[in-house]
C-alpha cells in the first residue's frame, strides 16, 4: 500500500477504528498510519502481532483497545481510552460488521439483537460518544461502512441488509444534526471484498465469476481498493461532503 494519496490535514489526527485488525478494517488502519494519523483500534481478538507488523511496515504504531462492540458501555469505555492516549477522536470510521448467513425463518430474538446490534446499534453508540470532543475540536468526521447488499436486495441475510439500509438512514440524519458542528457524516458502501473471511467462507469460483460478471470493472476488489475513498471521506478534501453514500464496488450498482 504504497500509493496512497497523501492529505496533510490527517497528519497528527486522532483516528478510530472499530474492527480494525482484520480485513477491510486492517487496511484501513494501515491507510491512515501511512497519513502519520494517530490510530487507535478494537476488535475481540488479540491484535499484538498486527501491531507489531504495522510499525515495522510504517514505523507508526497503532494502539490496540481490546473490546466487543455489542457491549456499548464497553464500547463508550474504549472510546474514551482512545481520546485520553491520542486526544479527541476527529475521525471515527465504524467499520466492524458481521454478515453471517441466515435466513428469517430461523431467526430467533437473541440472533436479532446480536446482529442488529454489531451492524447497527453500535454505529449509533459510537457516533454519540464522539461527538462532543468533535464539537470542542471545531468539527470531525465520521464515516460508517455499509454495503452495496441493501441497494441489490441480496437474500441470503435480511438482517445485515436491514442494518446496511439503517446505515444509510441513520447517515442522513445525523449529517443533518450535526452539520452545524462541523461534523460531516457518510457512508461508504464497498461490494463484494475478497477478504480472508470472504474467501474462507463464501468465495466460490462460480459465485465470483457471476459477480464479477456485474461488475463494470472486472477485477475483484481488495481491501485496500476501499482504503483510498476512507481517507478522502475523512479529509478536509471532501469538507463539503456530508450525508453521502459513496459506493466502491467495481461498477455493480449505479446510484444517482
Request: proline residues 5%.
Amino acid at each position: 500500500m504504497q500509493n496512497l494519496p497523501v492529505f496533510p490535514d490527517l497528519n497528527g489526527a486522532s483516528v478510530f477504528i472499530t474492527g480494525g485488525g482484520s480485513g477491510i478494517g486492517a487496511a484501513l488502519t494501515e491507510g491512515f498510519l501511512r497519513q502519520r494519523a494517530k490510530v487507535a483500534f478494537c476488535q475481540r481478538s488479540d491484535a499484538g502481532a498486527f501491531c507489531d507488523a504495522m510499525e515495522a511496515a510504517t514505523g507508526n504504531r497503532p494502539l490496540f483497545l481490546p473490546c466487543d462492540i455489542t457491549d456499548m458501555a464497553a464500547l463508550g469505555a474504549t472510546l474514551d481510552a482512545a481520546a485520553a492516549a491520542h486526544g479527541p477522536v476527529t475521525v471515527l470510521v465504524n467499520n466492524a460488521a458481521n454478515d453471517k448467513r441466515h435466513n428469517l425463518m430461523d431467526v430467533d430474538e437473541a440472533f436479532f439483537d446480536w446482529s442488529i446490534a454489531i451492524n447497527l446499534k453500535a454505529y449509533v453508540f459510537a457516533a454519540k460518544a464522539v461527538v462532543p470532543g468533535m464539537r470542542a475540536a471545531g468539527g470531525g468526521a465520521i464515516i460508517n461502512f455499509s454495503s452495496i447488499s441493501y441497494m441489490m436486495g441480496n437474500a441470503g441475510y435480511p438482517l445485515y441488509v436491514a442494518a446496511n439500509s439503517g446505515i444509510n438512514g441513520l447517515t442522513r440524519a445525523l449529517a443533518r444534526e450535526f452539520g452545524p458542528d462541523r461534523i460531516r457524516v457518510n457512508a461508504l458502501a464497498p461490494g463484494w471484498v475478497l477478504t480472508q473471511k470472504q474467501k474462507d467462507l463464501w468465495v466460490t469460483p462460480e459465485g465470483l465469476a457471476a459477480h464479477l460478471d456485474r461488475q463494470c470493472l472486472k477485477d475483484p476488489l481488495e481491501p485496500e481498493d476501499i482504503v483510498g475513498g476512507c481517507l478522502f471521506l475523512a479529509s478536509r478534501a471532501a469538507r463539503a461532503m456530508t450525508g453521502q453514500a459513496l459506493v466502491i464496488d467495481g461498477g455493480v450498482v449505479v446510484t444517482g
